[in-house]
């Protein structure tokens, strides 16, 4: 077997059926829930000192009144962005739409949103490269679900061509009002689920960019997801250590012209 082969059948196991009886009965396959450890925090950390961005609340949203059936029979992905901005409102909508939060658990162990996760464990961290977004300066934020505002990671965004290659020469992305890109933390996971954790943090990015895809057509906007990017790279540009968080998607919004 080559080492390319190797590395197929390593990939392919996350999609097998696993063998429960031959798991020895220990402990350390077990995850730390039953451990009885502390479960991570529902969203990452951040400075309570930091200044935090307030953003339009879900119950006065103007935008995002498309009828269900229409935004599913339109929803398409679009390469072609005109110049507009995106308003503080419509992106509010659209974080909402992807990890808004409804409830938080007492005990800290789930939040039920916008979209499914397993345990409601909710691995994923939204990142925003705005560009182009009324009342935001060109930048890197974190989105914060629970809160419903955002934080600044870095007024470092870099240029169109610079993130085309980043994004292996795609030349959409550069021209994006913002770019969402979602990182996973796996132990937010893995804390509840052990070892069978990754098909589940895998699939779970779908169900959040699927709901992107339909909240873009409620605001005259469009989407893209892309999983060809360079990895390093847009770890880096999000600030995260590619180890304990990791880039999994990438999906640029902008607006486009009336179909």
Same mark, same amino acid.
């Given at each position: 077997m080559t080492k390319y082969d190797e590395m197929i059948k390593q990939r392919r196991d996350l999609l097998k059926a696993h063998d429960y009886?031959?798991?020895?009965?220990?402990?350390?396959?077990?995850?730390?829930?039953?451990?009885g450890v502390d479960p991570p925090p %529902? &969203?990452?950390?951040?400075?309570?000192?930091?200044?935090?961005?307030?953003?339009?609340?879900?119950?006065?949203? =103007? @935008?995002?009144?498309?009828?269900?059936?229409?935004?599913?029979?339109?929803?398409?992905?679009?390469?072609?962005?005109?110049?507009?901005?995106?308003? %503080? &409102?419509?992106?509010?909508?659209?974080?909402?739409?992807?990890?808004?939060?409804?409830?938080?658990?007492?005990? =800290? @162990?789930?939040?039920?949103?916008?979209v499914p996760s397993g345990g409601g464990r909710q691995p994923y961290e939204t990142y925003l490269l705005v560009n182009r977004v009324n009342e935001l300066e060109r930048g890197v934020y974190r989105y914060l679900p629970i809160e419903h505002k955002l934080i600044l990671v870095t007024k470092n965004l870099p240029d169109a061509d610079?993130?085309?290659?980043?994004?292996?020469?795609?030349?959409?992305?550069?021209?994006?009002?913002?770019?969402?890109?979602?990182?996973a933390i796996p132990y937010k996971t893995e804390w509840r689920y052990s070892f069978i954790s990754y098909k589940d943090i895998?699939?779970?990015?779908?169900?959040?960019?699927?709901?992107?895809?339909?909240?873009?057509?409620?605001?005259?906007?469009?989407?893209?997801?892309?999983?060809?990017?360079?990895?390093?790279?847009m770890d880096d540009l999000i600030q995260v250590d590619g180890e304990n968080e990791m880039t999994v998607y990438v999906s640029p919004v902008g607006k486009i012209n009336p179909r």
């Open positions: 009886e031959a798991i020895p009965q220990e402990e350390w396959w077990k995850p730390d829930q039953m451990k %529902l &969203e990452k950390p951040f400075n309570n000192d930091a200044n935090l961005i307030d953003l339009v609340d879900p119950k006065d949203f =103007k @935008v995002g009144n498309v009828p269900l059936i229409d935004a599913i029979a339109n929803r398409a992905s679009q390469r072609v962005f005109t110049d507009e901005s995106l308003t %503080l &409102e419509e992106l509010s909508f659209l974080l909402w739409s992807t990890q808004g939060v409804r409830e938080v658990d007492k005990n =800290k @162990v789930w939040t039920k949103r916008a610079d993130l085309m290659e980043k994004a292996w020469y795609q030349k959409f992305i550069g021209k994006s009002a913002v770019v969402f890109v979602w990182a895998l699939i779970e990015a779908g169900h959040i960019c699927q709901n992107l895809y339909l909240a873009c057509e409620g605001v005259g906007a469009g989407t893209c997801a892309i999983a060809a990017y360079e990895q390093k790279a």
